[in-house]
């Protein structure tokens, strides 16, 4: 086999290490433009993980790395005149130029063949003279370009300046130091990887980097500037630069990555951003994978798809943490008012991988700190914590999410509804949520769907309020009110979700006459006559509501239904006074939301849930979703459920663990009004996590409610908590404590070589 490496960085010399160790008879040859010395940046970050793979895969590579590795466990995040420091986290970084000199040094005695100061031939000729050809050419890839129809990248620039320096002298920990300065907030990522030298990255938005005057400043000018701003923190000593320059940071991503004979790797497939560390981890682990490919597959196709397939889903998932990382970073003027801990604590579980559970195991004295400053009492997790709205006290944070059954006869609720229901406020949950309860027969998504517009509804619904206040005393229940809008007269979810009706239509009608994907009855465009007519069906319901002992009652303007079909400028083409403009398109949800307000017992919150972001183009963003917010805070809603998309059938939603929790994140501390967060929240350690960083209040989740009706009570027993945060039913509490289970062994080592 003939090997063709482009780009002598980390990753591409390790994969060419591998190829040859794993079978001599290879001819691999590696082509770096530049000398072997040169190098940009300065210390690597390497995790305990990726040095666990190199140390089963390369003995001798390992035991090279690991008498220059400078170890430490602290991190220090400084903020004004405060530090607090986190242990127990376990870094190990080297200088880059070391690094590379131990992998020439491996690659040469292998018998590898290193061009240093030569361009790669054309990946064409590569590929024709060559059995395997290997990109790895960074983040600016020519391969990846020259091939662009079939891997079809995707490269994103981000809001933030950066420039990568070092100074001499070690950090005693990873630091990250913020300065609030007349122009913005700065900050200043620090950690050693030398015993005389630390890497120094500085990083502000483009807003900020522009007002303070660095776009004028020669490299020279940028590092005295970053020094002076950051002299405590460098003791006052002097930055250096190694072919430094302000940059923003691209995430790259590819559909495919290997055409033929050729296959991505490292920066050239996908890049992760510094903040989390992951650029040069993941460029060698890239290469582990690929290599132990080649030598278990029987040809180079299945090889390189079995690569792909094993390291793809590893990297979206480090991208996702990454990407809330930088996000948190380019944010970071919103958490300021933070109480300092929390601000910390903020900081360390902003990727959502450090999470409250494994920071406790790692430091329970910054943990400890960190609850009782926020409120936590003796043994008491973050989510059993109690939390007031209008006259309403919650007992923990957990909320069972609307959940639409399809499973009522002409809008009553019956049986189903009362198990389904009574069973979720049994185990524990703080406030039950109804599904979207409808205000009309025609604003029903379904036949099956619940209403609030008979006597009879009214009544069987107070049915399910006694018994959970009766059977399960400090529960919550609450209805979310809405109309379906164009997204109304379809078949039950499990005969066909968002499917017309085959018989038995009723009229739709929305904003515009628009229908929601293609084969939908199209809707009619309400007049002022029928807005009216809505808005007091909105109210009955809501007297109804009133009267069936419910305790809350949230409006629903997310997912496309009506009022959301107002929200959203690809849903509302209006030209009169409800359409334009966002303050236009909000006017309907709003006039709506006070007529409620008006009927709806002054005690009893009102909470709004919207969708934050349309997840397409021209949609509702971000930044609207916080208007939006912020219209509804100012009419007197006592709370945001922020959930996103669902809008148009066209979207393209960005999946991930808790992938919505940032726009409650940032609506909350944006505008101030408390937040529920919902979106692929799964786990308790979760939920904890998220409301001690001060990201959300409330956290609702629904599948894990529908695979354990007693969730919050399991999480509780996991926890080892017993207090008035969560209350077992007497019948129930011989079950209070998790069951026994077995033992588990880790995973075998990816590749092992051995010496």
Known sequence: MRVAIIGGGPGGLYAAALLKRLDPSRQVTVWERNAPDDTFGFGVVLSDETLGGIEHADLQVYEALRQHFIRWDDIDIVHGDTRHT????????????????????????????????????????????????????????????????????HVTAHHCRYIWLATDFPFGAFRFEIAETEHGVMQLHGYPFAPDAS??????????????????????????????????????????????????????????????????LGDAAHTAHFSIGSGTKLAVEDALVLAACVAEQPSLDKALTAYEEERKPVVASTQRAARASLEWFENLGLYLHQPPRQFAFNLLTRSRRVTHDNLRLRDARFTGAVEREFGCAPGTPPMFTPFRLRGLTLRNRVVVS????????????GDFHLVHLGARALGGAGLVMTEM???????????????????????????????????????????????????????????????????????????????????????????????TDIREQFTSAAGRAARAGFDLLELHCAHGYLLSGFLSPLTNHRTDAYGGSL???????????????????????????????????????????????????AHGADAIDVST??????????????????????????????????????????VNSLILAGRTDLCALARPHLYDPHWTLHAAAEQGYDGPGVVWPAPYRAGSRPPRTGRTDGPKPRLTLGT
């Open 86 to 153: 986190s242990s127990g986290h376990g870094f190990a970084a080297l200088g880059r130029k070391r690094l590379l000199e131990i992998l020439h040094t491996r690659c040469r005695n292998l018998g590898v063949d290193l061009r240093f100061r030569s361009e790669a031939p054309y990946p064409d000729w590569l590929a024709g003279t060559h059995d395997l050809v290997i990109a790895a050419d960074g983040v600016g890839s020519a391969t990846r370009e020259a091939y662009a129809h079939v891997f079809r990248p």
């Open 583 to 633: 303050e236009k398109r909000l006017r309907f949800p709003l006039e709506v939301f006070d007529a409620i307000r008006a009927v709806w017992p002054e005690e009893r919150p009102m909470t709004v849930r919207i969708s934050a972001t349309d997840w397409a183009e021209g949609g509702n963003t971000a930044e609207d979703a916080v208007a939006v917010a912020r219209a509804f805070a």
């Open 199 to 264: 890497t120094v990255i500085v990083e502000m938005q483009e807003n900020v980097w522009r007002a303070a005057g660095f776009d004028e400043l020669d490299t020279g000018e940028s590092i005295d500037r970053c020094a002076k701003i950051f002299t405590d923190a460098l003791r006052g000593r002097p930055l250096r630069s190694n072919k430094s320059a302000w940059t923003t940071f691209r995430t790259v991503t590819n559909e495919r990555w290997s055409h033929g004979n050729v296959v991505l």
């Open 645 to 686: 998309g669902q809008v148009v059938a066209d979207e393209h939603p960005e999946f991930g663990r808790s992938y919505q929790t940032p726009y409650a994140d940032r609506i909350r501390n944006s505008v101030g009004v408390p937040v529920i967060a919902v979106g692929a929240i799964s786990s308790w350690d979760d």
């Open 402 to 413: 609307p959940m639409d059954m399809y499973s009522a006869v002409d809008g009553v609720p």
């Open 437 to 531: 309860v409808c205000v009309s027969a025609d604003g029903r998504i379904t036949p099956g769907c619940t209403g609030l517009y008979t006597g009879r509804q009214a009544e069987s619904w107070r049915r399910i309020t006694d018994f959970v206040h009766t059977r399960s005393p400090g529960t919550a229940i609450g209805v979310q009110l809405g109309h379906s809008g164009r997204k109304g007269s379809t078949r039950l979810m499990w005969e066909g979700m968002d499917e017309p009706l085959p018989d038995g239509n009723w009229p739709l009608v929305a904003a515009s006459p628009l229908p929601y994907r293609p084969g939908s009855q199209t809707p009619r465009e309400l007049t002022r006559a029928q807005l």
